[in-house]
């Protein structure tokens, strides 16, 4: 499963369709993820789920030969990050990610965290960055973290800051 993502200048480039299993309980996600049995997916699972199930779920993921997502957007001091990042690479998940706002420091720890964490020979989780949630609006940005730009100049700020980290 693959869906089409603009790359900018009308290019173009597969990425893998990730499926977010937005339950609460393994036993939701087992009872949806049934006509799938004989597929190895992409999924995304959240801090709800992760929160409440912890490593059960990763691991009944992982038998089931699907690709993880642990989306629990890191966002701390850098070493904390980076520790927590060693931690989840032990998981072995394929993507991870980290809240952007946490700056190129805390960005930068969170793969060298990754690097750490990974077990020789195995592959190192992917690491994207959250620039901003889908309930941020122009009114909040102001009011609440007195940032006085709009949301989507905000956005373009925070991708310049992304290009720097690898």
Not at 8 to 21: C, Y
Not at 156 to 165: D, F
Request: aromatic content about 6%; charged content about 20%.
């Amino acid at each position: 499963m693959f869906q089409n993502v603009s790359e900018g200048a009308g290019k173009s480039v597969k990425q893998p369709l990730i499926i977010a299993l937005d339950f609460s309980s393994i036993n939701d996600v087992q009872q949806f993820l049934m006509p799938f049995q004989q597929e190895s997916l992409f999924v995304k699972v959240g801090m709800e789920l992760f929160y409440k199930e912890g490593l059960s779920i990763i691991s009944a993921l992982k038998e089931q030969n699907h690709q993880i997502f642990l989306d629990l957007k890191l966002h701390d001091i850098p070493n904390t990050v980076k520790q927590g990042m060693k931690s989840l690479a032990s998981l072995e998940v394929d993507l991870v990610n980290v809240h952007a706002a946490g700056g190129m420091n805390m960005m930068q720890a969170a793969v060298e965290g990754l690097d750490l964490g990974t077990a020789a020979g195995k592959k190192r989780p992917d690491c994207i960055a959250v620039t901003q949630l889908t309930s941020t609006s122009d009114e909040m940005l102001k009011e609440q973290q007195l940032i006085t730009i709009r949301c989507k100049k905000w956005l373009r700020i925070m991708q310049r800051l992304l290009k720097k980290v690898d």
